[in-house]
């Protein structure tokens, strides 16, 4: 799928062609006759819902009710009146209506379908990529955006959300983007998490019911869908809701490295238990691949890769799925933020039941041998949001907090690693401030809350990103967890519900109870795959000292080339460690993917 959207104005047809359309794009005019949508999609991604002058067209799987949705369409008195269309959709498709003279687009709220705008000419264009609005809008390398992607573990949102292009934004989380007749696009609110009240069955029934629409949509239709079989509780989850679809189910599963993981054990169990599906177990590969560089050709992206190390491991899971038949593949990402619980739900526990949650907060304090007094200073903090971004700017080059340290802030504090020059750290710094200063509201007003939708937005991009890549072989790459209707289901649990002494994932599992075999269901802890990732940067680390005497990111001086080979050279500690090296990596990869694209867009050239 890729395409590009227009409003319905006479100057947006005179763009084309020279300015917007390829050869093989395929085309959707708007009511009026004006070209709406360009692009190319499979006929089976394409819903398109007509009642009298007006149009809705959904790009994704999905599934509606289509005399209901043509009679809210016909009915609407503005575009907010698709809310209720948009708010029932399984699959995370793209919605986009032409109504009126006006055009609503919009992706899914974790990003996993995002849109991208730009003004072409003066016209106001969106795309479901940022290569198609690349040229066009003239845009080159935000280098303040490229420094921000040094950042460990990631910057905090919304800096997150800042893109690598300077002439490409995105809506907020959570907004639609509306291209008028006249004027510049907008971006216009209409999603916010529910209230945390459900209690836990409930909410579980209303999960289970959404896991099985969003698995239902894209397994529907013959043909073979793959599926992940770590071994973890999530990808075990979608598994057996993909049988119980009737999907024809292939199951693949890497073999970790360290023989003391577990999963491989607990992979095996699901797998026996999976009797109509197929099973592919490969060995452990490729680790090198965690710190290789991979270059693109010809293929620009939105910037450097969330999860660059698993690019190449992604590339040859496609390559094997797609040789046994499968098109769409189903990925557990998004799982272990919904349904995991992180330090900070300790603080929310703590401001929303002082009392009652007590026993649970001693348990933890105990569990982590945390001190009564860190403890006690962390829960009755009260720093703003707005005020902790600023304070991030303070210990950007700070050590890093000690493992298990306890972190009940908005954010996982970033740094900027220690070969980062210092004009590098100066523009983050201020790049922090500046927001700071705007007075950001967060994604959610409760912490813990609003890290799970940071880390959702996060994972969405992931699965963005990375869908670029297996595209190429055929295979969709597909997160349920990150749909929607999912996700409404996940945050209206009682915050209380989730962190439950002696369970693990207790929404999951209560929702999976009968479904997924108990013993399965039971399992109190999940794998660590460390290993492979301290393999792969042993395996490449003379390769990569080599590469410092050519770095793309040291001569934007973004850099130190001399002293990231110096931290080469040494032990790394923990794998807290390795993010850094991942971060520098992603940005080095990406660059040089833009010096072999054919019009390479370079941006503003050196610092």
């Known amino acids: 799928m890729d395409f590009l959207i227009l409003p319905d104005r006479e100057e947006a047809a005179r763009l084309l062609p020279d300015h917007l359309a390829r050869s093989d794009d395929e085309m959707i005019r708007h009511p009026s006759g004006r070209p709406w949508l360009l692009g190319r999609w499979e006929p089976h991604e394409l819903t398109v819902v007509t009642a009298g002058a007006r149009r809705l067209v959904l790009l994704g799987p999905t599934r509606i009710d289509h005399p209901t949705v043509e009679r809210v369409l016909g009915r609407a008195r503005t575009l907010h009146g698709l809310d209720a269309v948009a708010r029932s959709l399984p699959g995370n498709p793209y919605l986009i209506a032409s109504m009126d003279g006006q055009v609503r687009a919009q992706g899914s709220v974790s990003t996993a379908r995002q849109l991208f705008l ?13 290569d198609r609005l690349i040229g066009p809008t003239g845009s080159t390398i935000d280098e303040d955006a490229l ?34 007749p006249t004027g510049p696009a907008r971006t216009v609110p209409w999603w916010s998490p529910p209230a945390p009240e459900v209690p836990l069955p409930e909410a579980a029934g209303t999960l289970r019911a959404a896991l099985h629409d969003a698995v239902g949509v894209r397994t529907a239709g013959p043909g073979t869908v793959s599926a992940d079989l770590s071994g973890g509780m999530d990808s075990t989850t979608l598994c057996f809701v993909a049988a119980a679809e009737g999907a024809d189910l292939l199951t693949y599963h890497v073999e970790p490295l360290d023989r003391a993981n577990e999963d491989a054990r607990w992979a095996r169990l699901a797998a026996e238990r999976l009797t109509g599906a197929r099973h592919l177990t490969v060995p452990s590969q490729g680790t090198s691949s965690w710190f290789d560089l991979p270059v693109s050709d010809g293929h620009l992206g939105e910037g ?13 899971l496609a390559h094997t799925v797609a040789e046994h038949g499968s098109r769409t593949h189903l990925t557990g990402l998004g799982g272990d933020e919904l349904f995991g619980i992180m330090p900070s739900i300790l603080w929310s526990l703590a401001h929303r039941h002082p009392l009652r949650s007590m026993p649970v907060l001693r348990r933890y304090q105990l569990l982590n041998r945390w001190g009564l007094f860190v403890m006690a200073r962390g829960l009755t903090d009260r720093t703003g949001f707005a005020q902790a971004i600023g304070g991030a700017a303070d210990t950007l080059t700070s050590s890093r907090p000690a493992a298990g340290r306890l972190a009940l802030g908005w954010s996982i504090d970033p740094r900027m690693p220690p070969w980062a020059t210092p004009d590098a ?23 813990f809350r609003h890290r799970v939708l940071e880390s959702l937005v996060l994972e969405g991009s992931t699965v963005r990103q990375l869908g670029r890549y297996t595209e190429h072989y055929g295979v969709r790459w597909e997160a349920p967890f990150l749909d929607d209707r ?13 962190a439950v002494p002696g369970r693990f994932k207790p929404l999951l599992t209560a929702a999976m109870r009968g ?36 770095l793309r990111v040291a001569d934007r001086g973004l850099v130190d080339a001399g002293a990231l080979r110096e931290a080469l050279s040494r032990p790394v500690p923990d794998a807290r460690h390795l993010g850094p090296f991942q971060n520098t990596l992603a940005c080095e990869s990406w660059l040089r993917t833009l010096a072999s694209a054919p019009a390479a867009h370079s941006g503003g050239g050196s610092r």
């Open 118 to 130: 730009g003004t072409v000419r003066g016209v106001p264009v969106a795309a479901d990529r940022p």
């Open 147 to 180: 420094a921000l992607r040094l950042l460990a573990p990631q910057p905090p949102w919304p800096l997150s959300q800042r893109g690598l292009w300077s002439s490409v934004s995105v809506p907020p989380v959570g907004h639609w983007a509306a291209l008028g």
């Open 304 to 316: 450097p890769l969330p999860w660059h190390g698993g690019r190449t491991h992604l590339e040859g």
């Open 425 to 447: 750290v100066d523009t983050v710094r201020r790049l922090l401030r500046e927001t700071a200063e705007a007075a950001p509201v967060p994604l959610d007003p409760d912490r």
């Open 486 to 498: 999912v996700v409404e289901a996940a945050l209206s649990v009682r915050v209380e519900d989730r």
């Open 515 to 550: 479904l997924v075999p108990d013993a399965l269901l039971d399992r109190p802890d999940k794998g660590e795959f460390s290993a492979e990732m301290f393999r792969g940067l042993n395996d490449n680390k003379r390769r990569l000292s080599e590469l410092c005497a050519d």
